[in-house]
């Protein structure tokens, strides 16, 4: 059966209600667009919510594992703000920027509290959740609700800058005022919700950051960087800042094929998550003693391994320290515990430490049960 295809000449009052740029958007995602992704299917605001905060910076192939397991063990925002957050953080483990998902507990647990196990639909409720601005509460509650709300995700900043001309790089506030203003003006008052997902589909397909399909986009014709051949010069890129390298060496405390392991502090990089105790300034035989009670009995120092952050690099330094004997002191099973290495993960790992403890596994020949 063909696509209803909107004309912006139509006199409907469907029509009427949506721009001629819209109309475009529209009939091409009625021939183009992605309708069958795991939160589109029994979708609700729940589902919607929990996919918007998982692809904020992160592409949509990524999220899907980890959206289909996260919905298998939440099912619903109740047991979400039910759960512990270091389960939270463990469904949560590979995906990175972890104040996400920190803030999607948070948020599920003021949800419960305060809206009865509702999702809020007044747009100031929902930016008032924890991790939630402008545009991930408008395209909640467009997809969701069929709300007209403008959204300005990384994919349609891409295509209003380049359709518009809009010079300059998108954190500026000018130059952000002005693709709000263009968002604004081309978001329909009707079906908002498919051209929601239409234009941040137009974005992810076509208008992509390295060679756009411009010929096959429904914009094309008044685009003005396609007509002036300025693509690649829009949306303007952010100013060029050395990226600074900073250095950490974390210890990997090994005994009886058990690894020592400390929570993270809430605030700072991988809040929250279990993480490898840092020497800091501290000499290896005074942490020994002091978190430990115990000398330790071998040392050995591994190749550094970088990580990358969005504003630094990480040049981590590991050291295995093992102990034959059990150490003097007793861990605090809250913030310290001796994890056992063929167990599953007491809580959230980031990235590195998870790949040091699997280098640990395989140097030690602990193998899962």
């Known amino acids: 059966m063909a696509a209803t295809q909107w004309t912006a000449s139509s006199k409907s009052r469907e029509a009427s209600a949506v721009s001629e740029f819209a109309v475009r958007v529209l009939n091409w995602y009625e021939s183009h667009g992605r309708k069958d992704l795991p939160w589109q299917r029994d979708a609700n605001a729940y589902r919607v919510w929990v996919s918007e905060i998982m692809l904020q910076q992160t592409q949509v192939q990524t999220v899907i594992p980890y959206f289909e397991n996260f919905m298998r063990r939440f099912p619903n925002v109740a047991d979400l703000a039910s759960a512990e957050q270091d389960e939270v953080l463990s469904c949560w483990s590979g995906l990175g920027y972890y104040a ?15 809206h009865n196990a509702g999702f809020p639909e007044s747009i100031d409720e929902v930016m008032a959740l924890p991790g939630i601005g402008r545009s991930t509460a408008g395209a909640i509650l467009s997809l969701s609700f069929g709300q007209r709300h403008a959204i300005l995700d990384g994919n349609v900043k891409r295509v209003l800058a380049r359709h518009d001309a809009i010079a300059g790089w998108p954190g500026n506030s000018k130059v952000q005022s002005a693709l709000w203003e263009s968002a604004e003006r081309n ?3 009707l079906r908002v919700a498919d051209y929601t997902q239409a234009i941040m589909d137009l974005g992810a397909t076509l208008c992509t950051r390295s060679k756009p399909s411009c010929t ?8 003005v960087a396609y007509e002036q051949g300025t693509i690649r010069h829009f949306p303007g890129r952010k100013p060029k800042a050395t990226k600074p390298l900073r250095a950490t060496t974390m210890l990997l405390a090994s005994m009886d094929g058990k690894v020592y392991l400390e929570r993270r502090p809430e605030a700072g990089i991988w809040g929250g998550l279990w993480s490898l105790p840092e020497l800091g300034d501290r000499s290896l035989q005074d ?8 000398a330790a009995d071998e040392t050995e120092p591994w190749a550094v391994l970088r990580h990358s952050f969005s504003h630094f690099d990480l040049d981590i330094q590991p050291i295995v320290v093992r102990m034959n004997s059990g150490p003097g002191k007793v861990c605090d099973a809250d913030e310290r515990i001796w994890h056992k290495l063929d167990d599953a993960p007491p809580g959230g790992l980031a990235a590195p430490v998870k790949k040091l ?3 640990l596994k395989k140097s030690e020949d602990v193998t899962h049960c």
Request: aromatic share 2%.
């Open 100 to 114: 996400r998902a920190r803030n999607l507990h948070k948020a599920a647990r003021k949800i419960c509290s305060d």
């Open 187 to 189: 978001t329909p008052e």
């Open 216 to 223: 096959a986009c429904p914009v094309s014709k008044d685009c």
């Open 287 to 294: 942490w020994c003693d002091r978190e430990l009670g115990a």
């Open 357 to 359: 403890i699997e280098q």
